[in-house]
């Protein structure tokens, strides 16, 4: 139980009328960590949470050992790459899913049609709203990176 469902009782029990009124939970987030995707390098985590959205950082196409897949075809490395956000989704307990929002960033906009068709086998019929941008580099010299917001 939240320290706000505590107010709420407490309150409520005094006969005071809290609907409309916004209770902030103690913690607005958690962070999330799981030994089956690659390693937080720098000042981030693998994702965090809120009480009901998850919220990852950008997913490589790297193994949870660390190996880079970076002189890889596109496809494999979108699909390692959406490995790594299942496998951290998993961890916060939701699952691609519950995705609502992805967002695909390319090193070349001409292999879309490439990541778009292994992009496709991750998600069903409901697929969540997706942005898929070119950018000028990515890290560590990657064809793709792919983070995801998703319900809990």
């Known amino acids: 139980m ?4 505590l107010v709420f009782l407490q309150y409520h029990s005094l006969g005071v009328d809290l609907r409309g009124i916004r209770m902030i939970p103690e913690r607005m987030k958690d962070i999330v960590h799981t030994d089956n995707a ?3 390098v720098g000042a981030y985590n693998q994702a965090t949470i809120t009480e ?4 990852t950082a950008g997913q490589l196409p790297m193994t949870a050992d660390g190996e880079l897949l970076d002189d890889e075809p596109i496809d494999v490395q979108t699909e390692q ?3 790594n956000i299942k496998a951290v989704l998993e961890e ?3 699952g691609m899913d519950n995705a609502l ?3 695909v960033y390319l090193d070349d906009i001409d292999s879309f049609d490439s990541m778009n068709e292994t992009y496709s086998s991750f998600f069903d019929e409901e697929a969540p709203a997706r942005s898929a941008v070119e950018v ?3 890290p560590k010299g990657v064809g ?3 983070e995801a917001i998703a319900a809990r």
């Open 2 to 5: 939240f320290l706000r469902d």
């Open 38 to 40: 690659p390693e937080a």
């Open 52 to 55: 009901n959205l998850v919220f």
């Open 81 to 83: 790459a959406l490995s």
């Open 92 to 94: 916060a307990g939701s």
């Open 101 to 103: 929002k992805v967002t």
């Open 136 to 138: 000028a580099n990515l």
């Open 144 to 146: 793709v990176e792919i």
